[in-house]
């Protein structure tokens, strides 16, 4: 991999020096790729508007990053600000120089990139239902196929932006990203064909639950094998310019962590208030509005790390208690209509 890492990190700087002056426009394209959207607004945005897509964008959020989460420490690959300062390849007279930035230094592995894979996937599930819907809205025609591709125009522009944005910050080389594309594909093909609005709350449960039991499983396979399932941590604090760029809510552990957190109290939540779906349109507008305004304060509460472990705890109930809120909220604006059971 040594001579694609090497080739990549020449593509690294051409983008840095053609796209520096744009770089608070990267780094927002690469806030939006951020796997947290997907639990911040799209499922808020999506479940207010519909139970059962909402539901697909769950799985297909919770699914594509434990997924990665997995892949990640299968695959074991580097990220090009750390690998450029101890790759055999390089010495201190021709160390490539590329710029880090604030989003530079995730701390997970590499490969594949999370942003453009969970990204991929609920994007994917959003556009095919709209794609869906707007072919069911208006009688078959020619502007009728054409208003049908605008979806996945979209998403192909949206994964496309993500993708360069994360090699332009130099967190991620240009094969990790296109592999991140492809298996949020696969992921969301595979999510759309599941009925995932008719399974009992057990089956969500047994998913959620599933994500934990695996990943200890292949910590702690990877252990008994000398292998540290936490090797990227020391070498993002290593190399980070700015030792303050360096968060924990970036590793795998509070990853899964959210997974289980957002999934699991959300389908016991709908579960606790019988929810129903909001009748008006109107309503479903001002609700997801709501839900979205909720989700970005509660976003603004932060943990102070005096233990790892009770780090990602907190990160579990935090994400849980947003999804709870998204299904009270909406449950409360179905309410006080009439010749309606809510």
């Not at 020619?142 to 049908?148: C, F, I, N, Q």
């Not at 934990?212 to 000398?226: K, P």
């Not at 509070?254 to 909001?278: N, P, Q, W």
Request: proline fraction near 4%.
């Amino acid at each position: 991999m040594d001579w694609l890492q090497t080739a990549e990190i020449t593509h690294i700087q051409k983008l840095q020096h053609v796209f520096g002056d744009y770089s608070e426009i990267m780094l927002f394209l690469s806030q939006l790729g951020d796997p947290r959207s997907a639990f911040l607004v799209c499922v808020p945005l999506v479940y207010c508007l519909s139970r059962a897509k909402g539901l697909k964008v769950m799985w297909a959020a919770v699914m594509s990053e434990w997924l990665n989460l997995i892949l990640k420490k299968l695959l074991h690959g580097q990220r090009p600000y750390w690998w450029i300062h101890f790759s055999n390849l390089f010495n201190d007279s021709n160390r490539p120089i590329i710029k880090q930035y604030r989003l530079t230094c995730e701390t997970g592995p590499g490969v594949p990139s999370g942003h453009a894979m969970v990204t991929t996937a609920v994007w994917f599930i959003m556009m095919s239902s709209l794609a869906t819907y707007l072919q069911s809205a208006n009688q078959k025609s020619r502007t009728t196929k054409l208003l049908s591709l605008l979806p996945w125009l979209f998403l192909s522009g949206l994964a496309s932006v993500v993708c360069v944005s994360r090699v332009f910050i130099a967190s991620h080389f240009t094969h990790q990203v296109f592999l991140g594309v492809f298996v949020g594909l696969v992921v969301g093909l595979l999510v759309a064909k599941l009925p995932v609005e008719t399974f009992a709350t057990s089956t969500h449960l047994a998913f959620a639950f599933s994500t934990v039991v695996v990943t200890f499983i292949q910590n702690g396979l990877l252990i008994a094998m000398d292998s540290d399932p936490a090797w990227s941590i020391p070498l993002a604090l290593r190399w980070c310019d700015h030792k303050e760029w360096v968060h924990l809510d970036t590793t795998p552990f509070y990853t899964l962590a959210r997974d289980f957190g957002s999934l699991a109290l959300m389908v016991v939540a709908e579960r606790a208030v019988a929810l129903k779906e909001i009748p008006s349109v109107l309503r479903k507008i001002v609700a997801a509005g709501t839900c979205l305004v909720f989700a970005q304060i509660a976003e603004l509460v932060k943990f102070s790390v005096v233990d790892v472990n009770v780090f990602y705890l907190l990160g579990a109930v935090k994400y849980g208690l947003i999804m709870i809120g998204v299904v009270v909220i909406k449950r409360l604006w179905c309410c006080g209509v009439k010749d309606k059971k809510c």
